[in-house]
Every structure is written in C-alpha cells, then in structure tokens.
C-alpha cells in the first residue's frame, strides 16, 4: 500500500517570509505523482503544483515550488513571500502509474498553514 | 465557467433515511470519483467511474451507491444513512481516464450530517 506523511500538523510563518511544508511517501513504484492540494477555509480543494517522479527538474509556480527528493521519497513544498490568503490545509497527495483503484489521489492527512501579518 | 457543482451543499438527516447527493460537471470529463473528507484522516476514494456506465469501488465503498448514466452526472447514493457516514464529500472529475497527471477538479464539497 501506498502511504503519505505529513509530520506537521500545524505551522505558522509571518507575511512575506518562506516557509517549507514537508511530505514523505512510500511506494515501490519507479514512476508517479504527486501533487499538493490547498484548502482553504472554504473548503475548495485546488491544486497548487504537480511533479511527475521521472522529472528530475522540481516544479514551479509562481511563489510555490516543491523540492523532490526521489531517492528519499520527500516532496516538501515550499512557499515564498507568504500571503494572508496563502492560510489553508495543505494536503500532499500521491498516484501510482497504472493505478487499480482509478488513479485515486492518495492523500496524506494534511498540514494547517496560518499566515500572520 | 469550468465547474463542478454539488447539491446540496449542507444536509441533516436521519438514520435509514436514503438520500442522493448529485454531482454534475460541464468539462466533458471522462473520469469522476467521490472522496470523503473526515479530520485527521485527509481525503479518501469512495467510488470512481472511468466513463459512462462503469463504475469500481474506491478505498472506502461500504454504505455507498453510485450510478454514471450520463457522462456530465455522477450521483452518490446512500440506502441507509448511518452516523458513522457524517462527513465531508467531495466530487472530483478529470479529463482522461488513462492520464493520472491531468488535474483533478473539486466540486465544493457537501457536509454531511446524519443523526
């Protein structure tokens, strides 16, 4: 079974400052992907940023960057110039290739980000 | 606008009492699934359907129902409400089936609430 770890509950950063959520996973697959999701206080889930395992180059967008960590199964994200509307969870969330169960997300039980002005 | 919607948002029933949480998307999605969302457990598949017509059972199915009669519609059935189905759902469609990298989109989600 694939697994996905979020060891940090909870975090706090101040406006405008960088602050690095973590994500670990376990499979035995070669190839993958994963994603982060955002949840904000509304509840929409919306996708943040994607990487494709067999993509050595970690992904960006705009503010948002990940550092994929293959060989240790860590895909932390990491978010610069923290904005007030950047507060939400933060769920990682990982598909195996060829999935049995429908290319269903496998999420991990998230982090909660506040943003402090 | 791209969207998935669902209704209703917000519902108090019941035990035993069946209802139908709709879930419709306007994108010509081919693949749709529904999650719950429960606290400290992140989001799990309940039900999935590839395309019109077939449907598989996600990670947690026990209590639930679906049904992919129209490829836009994709209706979570619940016979009989228990307490322990109180939660969070979501509606997600993706564009194709065989494309795990495609984004997945999120309805708004329907909270749940069985007494």
């Known amino acids: 079974a694939q697994t996905v770890t979020q060891s940090q509950p909870e975090m706090s950063v101040q406006e405008a400052e960088t602050v690095t959520l973590s994500c670990t996973y376990d499979t035995s697959e070669n190839n993958y992907y994963l994603f982060w999701y955002k949840q904000p206080p509304s509840r929409q889930m919306i996708l943040v940023i994607r990487?494709?395992?067999?993509?050595?180059q970690n992904a960006t967008e705009n503010r948002f960057s990940v550092n994929f960590q293959k060989a240790a199964k860590s895909f932390s994200l990491k978010i610069s110039d923290s904005q007030l509307g950047d507060t939400a969870m933060y769920f990682c969330?990982?598909?195996?290739?060829?999935?049995?169960?429908?290319?269903?997300?496998?999420f991990g039980k998230g982090t909660s980000l506040l943003v402090t002005p | 606008e791209a969207q998935v919607t669902q209704n209703p948002r917000y519902l108090i029933t019941v035990t035993g009492k069946k209802l139908t949480v709709t879930c419709s998307q306007n994108m010509n999605h081919e693949y749709m699934s529904w999650y719950r969302q429960d606290p400290g457990l992140g989001l799990r598949q309940i039900y999935y359907s590839m395309n019109v017509e077939v449907t598989d059972k996600g990670d947690v199915p026990e209590g639930y129902k679906v049904s992919r009669k129209e490829k836009r519609n994709f209706p979570l059935i619940l016979e009989s409400p228990s307490p322990n189905q109180t939660s969070l759902y979501f509606c997600a469609s993706s564009l194709r089936d065989t494309d795990p990298y495609n984004e997945q989109f999120f309805g708004p989600g329907t909270r749940l609430t069985v007494l």
């Open positions: 990487q494709e395992a067999y993509k050595q």
């Open positions: 969330a990982f598909i195996p290739p060829n999935s049995n169960s429908g290319y269903a997300l496998n």
